[in-house]
């Protein structure tokens, strides 16, 4: 069964940057294109980015050039660094990935609060 747990939420003014960790487990990490999804306050979940096996990156247009996904195989950790931070990217931030043809069961996700 896949797990995710994720970590480094928290509280930073607008403009600044923060940087989320995803520890995996349950899967052959390598294996899998591994996605970053958000919940933002009264809205429905979104996704946000994903990195394949292979390393290539795409992105939601909301955070494009501002956020970066990149992964440790040897630590079976996914990573988001965000930058130029916005009020509106406020939410809970969960990792995932397609595990037999649908989404694993959500971690607990990590606040992100972006306010003055």
């Known amino acids: 069964q896949v797990q995710f747990v994720e970590s480094g939420g928290g509280l930073v003014q607008p403009g600044g940057s923060l940087r989320l960790s995803c520890a995996v487990s349950g899967i052959i990490f390598s294996a899998y294109t591994m996605q970053w999804y958000r919940r933002a306050p009264g809205k429905e979940r979104e996704w946000v980015a994903n990195?394949?096996?292979?390393?290539?990156?795409t992105y939601a247009d909301s955070v494009k050039g501002r956020f970066t996904i990149s992964r440790d195989n040897t630590k079976n950790m996914v990573y988001l660094q965000m930058n130029s931070l916005k009020a509106e990217d406020t939410a809970v931030y969960f990792c995932n990935t397609y595990y037999r043809g649908r989404l694993g069961d959500w971690g607990q996700g990590t606040q992100v609060t972006v306010s003055l």
């Open positions: 990195i394949r096996a292979s390393e290539s990156t």
